[in-house]
């Protein structure tokens, strides 16, 4: 009986243990560390004109702390570090935009873990100048016929085909070469600066038959961004659909790109608070940030 007994305590004891170690083992799990998000890119990106304006940033990068990095780190928890800067190229992410100002890629490391940008909107001044010269242009024949088409061409479209493109493909590269293999890098598309066709002349001084000549642009502009993309292994946020109807010649709380006239924004022909807004809902719903645990 004694050696019964004492069989019955040890099994006892054991099942016991095995109840009452598991309990005793675990430990509260640590939540995860914060994802370490790195933006880069020009005035698309830094939100130029939009305020407030990031007191830490460069006065001559004009960023906002409104701009769509700060609105997706602050959706997702991430640890932010903005180096955008208003007016930058391709050429700034390997050298200095300004003097004081460190080019980009010092910003990415062997912790990077999110890249996202806007970028070759500025190269060869291609874009701004189109802007602008069509303006000019559509002025002279109060927005009659396509002054600036007969002028230019495909001269602009060019560039950004044999300039823009491999420009593009180099700083994706280059993004590559400083981060871990894991790490996630995503260039944005630019939304709509105009319609498809007609346009708004009393908001876009641009004639009418340009409208389709300059919305042919962009769409030659974001193409070769997703190229580059490709390419390289990035991802490529594409805003055609989610900013068609929200381009400038909009009215406000609809439109993500404010005009050169009748506009909100000193920073003429760039997006505004709803813009960014939008561009960062798209890139979270494409990266599939918030839905999922990132990658480590």
């Not at 439109?255 to 997006?271: F, Y």
């Amino acid at each position: 009986m004694r050696r019964l007994a004492a069989c019955v305590l040890a099994v006892a004891a054991v099942l016991l243990s095995l109840l009452v170690a598991p309990a005793a083992q675990a430990k509260p799990k640590a939540p995860p560390a914060p994802l370490q998000y790195v933006a880069l890119g020009d005035s698309y990106s830094a939100a130029s004109g939009v305020l407030p304006p990031d007191p830490t940033a460069p006065p001559q990068c004009l960023r906002s702390i409104r701009n769509y990095p700060n609105v997706i780190a602050a959706q997702i928890g991430a640890t932010l570090t903005d180096v955008t800067c208003g007016g930058a190229d391709t050429g700034d992410f390997a050298g200095s935009q300004y003097p004081g100002v460190a080019p980009q890629l010092e910003a990415l490391g062997q912790g990077t873990q999110l890249v996202t940008m806007t970028i070759g909107g500025n190269d060869s001044s291609v874009f701004i100048n189109s802007i602008l010269s069509c303006g000019v242009a559509g002025l002279s024949t109060l927005g009659k016929g396509s002054p600036c088409k007969d002028k230019y061409g495909d001269s602009y479209k060019n560039t950004v085909l044999t300039t823009t493109y491999p420009a593009l493909v180099q700083a994706l590269t280059d993004v590559r070469a400083r981060i871990p293999e894991d790490a996630e890098v995503a260039i944005l598309g630019y939304p709509w600066i105009l319609p498809k066709e007609k346009g708004c002349f009393d908001k876009m001084p641009v004639a009418e038959g340009d409208v389709p000549y300059l919305r042919d642009l962009q769409a030659t502009l974001n193409d070769v961004v997703r190229r580059a993309a490709a390419e390289t292994g990035a991802v490529y946020v594409d805003l055609s659909q989610v900013s068609e109807g929200r381009d400038a010649c909009q009215p406000i709380g609809t439109r993500w790109v404010e005009p050169v006239l009748q506009g909100t924004n000193p920073v003429i022909v760039h997006p505004n608070a709803l813009g960014e807004a939008g561009m960062a809902a798209r890139t979270m719903e494409v990266l599939g940030l918030g839905e999922k645990p990132r990658r480590r």
